[in-house]
């Protein structure tokens, strides 16, 4: 008798797009299948460093749950808050899987029209190619120390 692994909801991988002339960017089929099968089928996508992060509305909903114990007062928390969670846009689906992403969220990642899209478990990341070329280098240069801090949490 087969055990079926019961494996949570995760978004894995990396996959290239396009954004269209109207800001239109069409999910890769493996990430809408994650967000259709265990998800809303929507995002909402805000700005994190240089890429835009796009979450399932359940998850988003867990993020502004927490934000909500943030400090009103602490400058830190408040920049977050201004920058991270009032920045987001909830983004449907249209009927060829596309979502729009609005123009200042857009210009915020430097966006043009060659995308990567990089799952990274709970959310994906949406990246200009170039700005994510750039950051997969500075990774390399970098992996041992990444790997170190990891294996220091006992990964």
């Known amino acids: 008798m087969e055990t079926a692994i019961l494996q949570s909801p995760k978004f894995r991988g990396r996959s290239a797009a396009r954004i269209d002339a109207k800001g239109r960017l069409r999910v890769s089929t493996k990430f809408r299948e994650v967000l259709q ?4 089928d929507a995002l909402f996508v805000s700005r994190m460093g240089e ?5 399932p509305p359940e998850k988003w909903d867990e993020i502004e749950t927490k934000a909500m114990n943030l400090s009103e ?9 201004r920058r991270f969670i009032s920045g987001v846009e909830q983004c449907e689906f249209d009927s060829q899987g596309r979502i729009l992403i609005p123009p200042m969220l857009r210009e915020d990642a430097g966006l043009n029209q060659e995308v990567v899209m ?8 949406i990246w200009d190619k ?3 070329e750039e950051q ?6 970098n992996e041992a120390r990444i790997m170190e801090s990891i294996a220091a949490i006992g990964l």
């Open 73 to 81: 007062v602490h400058p830190d928390h408040r920049s977050f808050i």
């Open 118 to 125: 990089v799952g990274m478990l709970s959310c994906f990341e």
């Open 51 to 55: 890429c835009l992060v796009a979450y």
């Open 130 to 132: 170039t700005a994510y």
């Open 37 to 40: 099968k265990h998800y809303t």
């Open 136 to 141: 997969d280098a500075k990774d390399h240069e």
